[in-house]
C-alpha cells in the first residue's frame, strides 16, 4: 500500500471517530449553553443508545430502520427524566453543585446499565454491509460511511432547529441571557429540559452509530464521552461549529498518531496537544 | 458575673479545634490498642492515606472553588516515582519522596498554569485529560511501570532501626502524616491565604478587588493538593509493596471528589469524615456488590440535592437551626 493509500485510509477513520465526537460535543454544549454546567451524565447517553439499540433488535425483534430512531427517542426520553429527577430539584444553584450532580447520575445510569445488561460485552450490527468499500485504494467500512452521512443529516438539522424553530430561538435566547429570556416569558425551565432532551438525543445518536465499530458495553461511553467533552473544549466551550471542528481535529489527531506513531499512545498525543492548545488559545479554537 | 461552668464552656468553646485534634490523637495513639483485627487496620491506615489526598483537593474544591478531576494522577506520580526510585533506582526511600513530590510540584505548575487562566470547565477537561494521560503511560510503559500487572517489591519504610513493616507501624506512619497535613490545612483556612481563598470560592471578581491575588491563589494551593497527593502516593507505595494503574485511573479522582463533597466543600474536619465513609461503604454493602454502584450514586445525589454543603455541616447547621427556632418559641 502507498504512502497515499495510507494517509487516505488514517484521514478517513480520524474523519469518521471525528464525527462521532462531534456529536457528543455538540450534547455537552448544548447544555452547558442553557445551564452554564459540563453534563458529565453525556457520557452516558452514548453507552443508553447502543444498549438500547441492542435491545430493540434482539430483545424486541424490530427492524433497523424501526430501532434505530427508537433507540435516539428513548435516550432524549433518558435526558428529560435525568433533568426533571436530578437536576431541577438541587436547592443549590452553585455550579459546582450541579456538575458534581451530574457525576452522581452518570455513576448511578452506569450501575444501572451494568445491572440490566451485565458487564458483557455485546455486538451490535452496522446499519449498512460490512463489506468494505475500496476508494482510492483505501478500505472504507460501509458504517463508516453511514456514519458520515448522518451526522451530516444531524449537524444540519441542529442548525435549522436552532435558527428556523421557536424552541430552538428560545433556547439561544436562554443560552444568550436568562433572565432577559424569562422577563419576555420564555418558559426557561422548559427550555433547559429540552436541551437535556436534545443532548440525549445527540449522545444516544453518537451511542447507536459508533457501537457497531467498537462493541458495545455499559461503560463504553466513559471514554468516548470524554473525547466527545475534549472536542468541546478544543473548539470552544459551547461555540456549536467550534464542537464539530474540534471533534474533527481530535479524530484525526488520533488517527493520524496512531498510525504514524504508536496506537497505544494514541490516548496520550490526543490530551497533550490539547493541553497545549489550551495554553496557546486558553478559549479553544473558536471560544470567543 | 461568670461561674465557673460557665467559664469551662467558653474554655472548650475557645478552644473548640485544638481540642478536637488532641482528641483524635489520643484516640490514634491507642487505636490499635483497642483495634487488633490487622485487616481493620488496614482499612484504617488507607483511609489516612486517602484523607491527605482528600484534604489537599478539598483546600482547591472547597476553598478555591475550582474543579479538579485528576488528582489520582498526582497520587500515581508519588506511588510510581517513589516505586522506581527506591527499586529500579536504588535511591534512599525518604529523599526519594520529597524529590518525587517537588517533581510534582512542578508538574501541577505546567498544568495549573495554562488551566487555572480559565474557568472552572477548562480546568476539569484539562485535570481529566492530565489524568487520563498519566494512566496511559503507567499501562503502556511497561518495562519502567511494570504494565497492568503492577510493580513489585516496593521496600518498606525506616526510621533509624525502626522499620514500618506490619499494620500497627503503617498506623503510627501514615495518620503522623494525615495529622500533620490536617493541622496544615486548619491552620492555612484561618490564615490570609485561607481567607483570600475563600473568598475567591464565593465570588473571585469581588475578591480581585479587593487585593486577593486570585490567579496566583488558585495556583499555589493547586500545587499544594498535588503535593500532599505525591505524599500520599508514596506513602501508599511503601505501605502496600505493590502498585498497580487501576489505583489511579479517573474513577479513583472522581472518588476523590464525591469524599470532598459528601463531607461539605470547604469543611476540613468534613474531609476526614467523608473519607472514612467513601472508603468504608464497599466493605459495608458487600452484600449487595450488583448495586454498589448505584448505591454509590445516590449518595452523592441525595446528599448534594439535599445537603448541598456536606453531610457533616448539612446536619450541624440543621440542628443549630432547630435549637435556635425552639429557643424562639
Known sequence: ?????????????????????????????????????????????????????????FW??????????????????????????GVRPSRSQNHLVLIFLTIGISIILRGIMKLVWGKNRMAVPPLAGEEPLRIAGAAIL????????ITAIAIGLLVIFFRGTRLGLCMRAVASNQTAASVVGIPVGHVKAASFALAGGLGGLAGVLVTPITTLSYDVGVLL???????????????????????????LLESLSAGYWSSAYKDVAAFVVLLFVLFVRPKGLLGK | MMTA???????????????????????LLVWPLLESNPYNLGLSNLIAIYAIVVLGLN??????????????????????????????????????MIVVALAVSLVALAVGLPALKLSGHYLAMATLGFNIVVYSILVQWDHVTGGPSGFSGIPYLSIG??????????HYLVWTVAMIALLLCLNLVRSGVGRGLAALAED????????????????????????????????????????????????????????????????????????????????WIEALESYKDIIHGLILVLILLFLPQGLVTGIVDAVRTRIALSHHD
Request: some cysteine; glycine content about 14%.
Open chain 2, 204 to 283: 473571585e471578581t469581588a475578591a480581585a478587588a479587593l487585593g486577593v491575588d486570585t490567579r496566583r491563589a488558585k495556583v499555589k494551593v493547586f500545587i499544594l493538593s498535588a503535593v500532599l497527593a505525591s505524599v500520599a502516593g508514596s506513602l501508599f507505595a511503601h505501605c502496600y509493596a505493590f502498585v498497580s494503574p487501576d489505583s489511579f485511573n479517573i474513577f479513583v479522582s472522581v472518588d476523590f471528589v464525591i469524599m470532598v463533597v459528601v463531607g461539605g466543600m470547604g469543611s476540613i474536619w468534613g474531609t476526614l469524615f467523608g473519607t472514612a465513609l467513601i472508603t468504608l461503604l464497599p466493605e
Open chain 1, 60 to 85: 424486541g425483534g424490530l427492524p433497523m430502520a424501526l430501532a434505530l430512531p427508537g433507540a435516539v427517542a428513548g435516550v432524549t426520553l433518558v435526558g428529560i427524566v435525568v433533568e426533571r429527577l
Open chain 2, 5 to 27: 461552668k460557665d467559664n469551662l464552656f467558653y474554655f472548650i468553646y475557645l478552644h473548640r479545634t485544638g481540642l478536637t485534634v488532641l482528641a483524635l490523637s489520643v484516640l
Open chain 2, 59 to 96: 483546600l482547591f474544591i472547597g476553598y478555591a472553588g475550582q474543579i479538579s478531576l485528576g488528582h489520582a494522577a498526582f497520587f500515581a506520580i508519588g506511588a510510581y516515582g517513589s516505586a522506581i526510585g527506591t527499586t529500579t533506582l536504588g535511591g534512599p526511600a525518604w529523599p526519594v
Open chain 1, 1 to 57: 500500500m502507498s504512502g497515499f493509500q495510507d494517509l487516505l485510509q488514517f484521514v478517513f477513520a480520524g474523519v469518521t471517530s471525528g464525527a462521532i465526537y462531534a456529536l457528543i460535543a455538540l450534547g455537552f454544549c448544548v447544555v452547558h449553553n442553557t445551564i452554564g454546567i459540563v453534563n458529565f451524565a453525556q457520557v452516558d447517553f452514548v453507552s443508553l443508545g447502543g444498549m438500547f439499540l441492542f435491545t430493540g433488535l
Open chain 2, 161 to 170: 532501626s525502626v522499620v514500618f513493616d506490619n499494620e500497627i507501624a503503617f
Open chain 1, 225 to 251: 464521552g470524554l473525547k466527545g467533552f475534549a472536542a468541546a473544549i478544543l473548539g470552544g466551550f459551547g461555540s456549536f461549529p467550534g464542537a464539530v471542528l474540534g471533534g474533527v481535529m481530535l479524530g
Open chain 1, 142 to 149: 460501509p458504517q463508516a460511511v453511514a456514519i458520515l452521512i
